[in-house]
């Protein structure tokens, strides 16, 4: 009579909970994840690590990460929270922030100084759009000012940056 193999009679696995926050270095996406990690010894003696985001089966974030935004691969893993506390310091600055407009800047250098008095007087411009008193071609309208940039990450974290 053959026997049949008994239930053996393995360890139960140890289940670790672990958090990581990552941002790209390609798109200067950055995301958070909080992993299950399942340690358990295989048939020949090792280690053996299963992770699991939301329940479900995922590769170790640790070997291979890509980016999720743009499917870089060049990812920097950081402890939890970092992701969450530069969004949110950033946040606070821009509510701190005043509404109204700054006024223009001083300029820092003799050279620039000059040319800003000199706009200063081409800018006199009388009823009939002619200049008064300065010789060439009138200026230009005043640019319109630029947008807000989005928030990304901070700069050096785009250094490393592959293009092709």
Same mark, same amino acid.
């Given at each position: 009579?053959?026997?049949? &193999?008994?239930?053996?009679?393995?360890?139960?696995?140890?289940?670790?909970?672990?958090?990581? &926050?990552?941002?790209?270095?390609?798109?200067?996406?950055?995301?958070?994840?909080?992993?299950?990690?399942?340690?358990?010894?295989?048939?020949?003696?090792?280690?053996?690590?299963?992770?699991?985001?939301?329940?479900?089966?995922?590769?170790?974030?640790?070997?291979?990460?890509?980016?999720?935004?743009?499917?870089?691969?060049?990812?920097?893993?950081?402890?939890?929270?970092?992701?969450? &506390?530069?969004?949110?310091?950033?946040?606070?600055?821009?509510?701190?922030?005043?509404?109204?407009?700054?006024?223009?800047?001083?300029?820092?250098?003799?050279?620039?100084?000059?040319?800003?008095?000199?706009?200063?007087?081409?800018?006199?411009?009388?009823?009939?759009?002619?200049?008064?008193?300065?010789?060439?071609?009138?200026?230009?309208?005043?640019?319109?000012?630029?947008?807000?940039?989005?928030?990304?990450?901070?700069?050096?974290?785009?250094?490393?940056?592959?293009?092709?």
């Amino acid at each position: 009579m053959s026997e049949t &193999s008994a239930p053996s009679s393995r360890p139960p696995m140890e289940t670790a909970h672990e958090a990581y &926050s990552f941002a790209c270095l390609n798109c200067g996406y950055g995301w958070e994840q909080a992993y299950e990690i399942e340690h358990a010894v295989d048939v020949n003696g090792r280690m053996v690590y299963r992770y699991r985001a939301n329940g479900v089966p995922v590769p170790s974030p640790l070997t291979h990460p890509s980016c999720p935004g743009c499917g870089g691969e060049h990812v920097r893993i950081m402890a939890a929270g970092r992701v969450a &506390s530069a969004v949110a310091s950033w946040s606070a600055a821009q509510a701190a922030a005043p509404a109204t407009p700054r006024p223009p800047r001083e300029p820092r250098h003799p050279r620039a100084a000059a040319k800003a008095t000199s706009g200063e007087k081409a800018a006199e411009v009388n009823a009939e759009g002619n200049a008064e008193g300065v010789e060439g071609p009138t200026p230009l309208a005043p640019a319109e000012p630029r947008p807000r940039r989005r928030l990304h990450l901070p700069f050096h974290w785009h250094l490393r940056r592959r293009h092709g």
